[in-house]
């Protein structure tokens, strides 16, 4: 019997995951598998980036694949429900962009503060954010979301959130991202 969605929360841009895909891959991880080898997760963000090298072969590519891709992972793996519950990442390729969701479960008590975090990225000033969280960092560092924030504020990247709660279980989360290389060239960000 599936469980009943009490709640659904979408934060973000509007980035279309399905249509006109090229490629596709998809691999699942536990995030306790990064926590016992932590270079895992650089590891296998370089494998999505080296994967795609072939259409995107600029190194500046390559890196900002790998550089936004490791934050997610890392995230992923931070924040998961806990070290066994899986971890989905799919990478597609659509013409000039590479597009990653990661699909994972967060624990309950978690989930107001990460859609608040998720919501300041759109409602605030990125800079100012950035400063007010570099500040708050000091004091706490486990909570401060900064890696969310460069990816939108530094790196140009369309981002979104999902949120869904069920009835009876966990809150599952997906984080899409979408590197559009003919908006990086145009330098709108």
Not at 141 to 165: C, N, P, Q, V
Not at 174 to 180: G, N, Q, Y
Request: hydrophobic fraction near 35%; glycine fraction near 4%.
């Amino acid at each position: 019997m599936n469980a009943r969605v009490s709640e659904r929360i979408c934060i973000g841009a509007s980035i279309d995951f399905d249509t006109d895909i090229d490629s596709s891959f998809s691999v699942t991880f536990l995030p306790l598998d990064l926590f016992d080898h932590w270079e895992r997760g650089s590891m296998l963000a370089n494998f999505v980036a080296d994967y795609y090298r072939h259409n995107f072969p600029q190194e500046d590519v390559h890196n900002l694949v790998s550089t936004v891709l490791n934050e997610l992972i890392e995230n992923s793996a931070k924040f998961s429900k806990n070290n066994s519950t899986p971890v989905q990442l799919t990478a597609r390729k659509r013409r000039n962009s590479i597009m990653v969701r990661l699909e994972n479960c967060i624990p309950e008590h978690r989930k107001d503060r990460f859609v608040a975090v998720c919501r300041e990225l759109f409602d605030r000033d990125l800079d100012e954010l950035y400063v007010e969280r570099i500040r708050s960092n000091l004091n706490d560092s486990t909570t401060s979301g900064i890696g969310l924030l460069l990816i939108r504020k530094d790196y140009g990247t369309a981002i979104s959130f999902e949120l869904i709660s069920e009835e009876r279980g966990p809150t599952r989360v997906a984080v899409t991202a979408e590197l559009d290389f003919d908006v990086q060239r145009r330098g709108h960000r």
